[in-house]
């Protein structure tokens, strides 16, 4: 391709079988993605973007639980960049986990880096995306992990599949928005618009011709494999006059549950099964946002589209289903809440707890210079640390045992107890300034760890969707209000919880989960609206090294990046 541009290009799609020692017959997934920039026409303008093989958003990759999947990654393009597996596991893989300056330093331009990584007793769907700064906006691509050769769905084979990727799309440079909000104090511009697989939908407009079409025939079954990949939104997800069973979240099988629509968290994904029923007909699938913020919400209320058109329908009209009001927390917390893993091994015991509060945090500014609430600078924080990104990644700062990069206390509790979810507490202001720190977690090998995650009210109560590299885990209990360690814990869920790497913690309340660390290595833990993460709304985890070499992380790989 002429110029840069993010090339994904398949070099090949589960071609080679070769025999190697941790799985006979596994197949070895070769990708290359050459990163760079590429001009697209999006809502009547031409706008320079960065893109995965000049495709927004990028093609899908598809492997098998149990491949080996090596991808070269080539960076042509203007800025530096990672990639993140979103939802894979990788275990003893931490040096391939992707977040810039947490397990690795970031590809510069002109550089290459190989991941190399195996998927291991993982089936459904993923994604990845890039990992630095707000490249995510355009830089991602579904992941489809099938099961093993010979091994069924837990449900009739549908008869085919389509992948959904829900994300956003701003009139200008993301790199500037991030840019102008960190410099200012405030958060980023809102998007322009929302995409269904890179495109707005007809009721935007200079989109009608372009919008993303599902071409079904009447009495089948088809898995439609959704991404959220948007930035800052959680999305409300209907087709008109069709049922929506779901059978996995975050490539975890669920209890089948049927609906006549979804939410997804951003940085989720989910498995839906349709089946069409109807005569003939268009049928928009449509998302609207879920917001919850309580002060100053702010997103375009627009409705985006895709069309699910039968076969040999002319001259209609697509019909439109009715969507939810954007706050209504009722239903999202209804959803969440009812969805049941298919099979559970929740730890009956823990031998860490922690109780986090999440939300947002003001930095004084001098004379009150910044554009934030009362001059100041908004920031995000877990028990009132914002997180600092160091200068070199973590995880070689821990294995090379380099001082000065981090430190061991991030706090267990929080520093004060209050009244955490009424809006704007009255705390001393000294209160609402969290502490800026390079803090992280240290847990024992195959420890079971429980965290409540409290939201808290300082500038706003809202849904934050939290997701945990490196494990997944059990949502054991959520709920309204302030978390009671005395009377909650009762009423949690240890049989069939559902089992998630991304979790929304409702809007003025909290959530609790647990999981085993079993997987040693460092991994990072924030929120995935995009603008919070760049307000430092995020933290990490060090697990460390088990009994024995199967249960240790090994010595990084060739060609990791350097600072």
């Known amino acids: 391709m002429a110029g840069m541009s993010i090339m994904f290009k398949l070099a090949s799609l589960l071609s080679l079988i070769s025999v190697i020692p941790w799985a006979a017959y596994a197949t070895v997934v070769h990708q290359k993605f050459i990163i760079g920039t590429q001009k697209v026409t999006r809502l009547c303008k031409e706008q320079e973007i960065v893109t995965v093989n000049g495709h927004f958003p990028g093609p899908t990759l598809y492997a098998r639980d149990n491949d080996n999947v090596i991808v070269l990654v080539e960076n042509n393009g203007p800025y530096n960049v990672t990639i993140h597996w979103h939802g894979v596991r990788q275990l003893r893989t931490c040096w391939a986990d992707g977040p810039a300056y947490i397990t690795q330093c970031p590809i510069t331009p002109g550089n290459a880096f190989t991941y190399n990584f195996r998927i291991t007793e993982q089936e459904g769907t993923l994604w990845w995306h890039a990992h630095v700064s707000f490249l995510r906006a355009t830089v991602h691509g579904a992941l489809v992990i099938y ?31 991030i840019a102008d909000a960190i410099q200012r104090g405030v958060l980023p511009l809102e998007s322009d618009a929302y995409t269904i697989n890179g495109q707005p939908g007809d009721l935007y407009e200079c989109s009608a011709n372009d919008t993303s079409r599902i071409l079904v025939r009447r009495g089948k079954t088809y898995l439609i494999r959704m991404v959220n990949a948007a930035m800052n939104h959680a999305f409300f997800v209907k087709i008109a006059e069709h049922k929506l069973k779901v059978v996995a979240v975050d490539a975890l099988y669920t209890k089948p549950y049927t609906t006549d629509q979804v939410l997804i968290q951003p940085g989720q994904t989910m498995d839906v099964l349709i089946t069409t029923s109807k005569p003939s007909g268009l049928f928009y699938m449509a998302i609207r946002v879920y917001s919850s913020q309580t002060r100053g919400g702010r997103f ?16 209609y009209v697509p019909l439109m289903p009715a969507l939810p009001p954007f706050d209504d927390t009722q239903f999202a917390f209804k959803f969440s809440t009812d969805q049941k893993s298919l099979r559970s091994s929740v730890p009956q015991r823990v031998d860490e707890e922690m109780v986090i509060t999440e939300g947002f945090g003001l930095l004084t500014c001098p004379n009150r210079s910044c554009e934030g609430f009362m001059g100041g600078r ?28 981090f430190t061991r206390d991030f706090p267990e509790n929080p520093p004060l107890i209050f009244n955490y979810t009424q ?9 609402w ?14 420890s079971k760890v429980q965290i409540v995650f409290q939201n808290t009210g300082i500038l706003t109560v809202e849904n934050h969707p939290l997701h945990l590299h490196g494990h997944d885990f059990y949502v054991v209990g959520q ?28 809007t003025g309340g909290w959530a609790a989960i647990r999981f085993t660390a079993n ?30 070499s199967f249960n240790s ?6 060609g990791l990046p350097h600072c």
Not at 307 to 312: A, F, P, R
Not at 520 to 545: K, N, Q, R
């Open 147 to 177: 099961p093993r050769f010979g091994k069924p769905y837990p449900f009739p084979k549908p008869a085919a599949e389509f992948p959904v990727i829900l994300g956003e799309w701003w009139s200008a440079n993301v790199e500037d928005v």
């Open 300 to 315: 375009i209320n627009t409705t985006t589209t895709a069309i699910l058109e039968y076969t040999g329908s002319i001259n």
């Open 378 to 405: 908004a920031v995000g924080s877990f028990n009132n640390i914002s997180f600092l990104l160091p200068n070199i990644d973590i995880l070689q700062a821990y294995y090379h045992g380099i001082d000065g990069v």
């Open 423 to 431: 809006q704007n507490p009255p705390l001393p202001m000294s209160f």
């Open 433 to 446: 300034e969290p502490e800026l720190g390079t803090k992280v977690k240290v847990l024992k090998f195959n």
């Open 479 to 506: 709920g309204f209000g302030n978390y009671n360690p005395r009377t909650h814990p009762a009423h949690f869920n240890l049989k069939d919880p559902q089992k998630l790497n991304t979790v929304g913690v409702p």
């Open 519 to 548: 997987n040693p290595g460092v991994w990072l833990m924030h929120c995935h609206f995009e603008s919070h993460t760049a307000l430092g709304f995020e933290m990490v985890f060090i697990v460390e090294d088990g009994a024995g």
């Open 553 to 558: 992380l090994p010595p990084p790989p060739p």
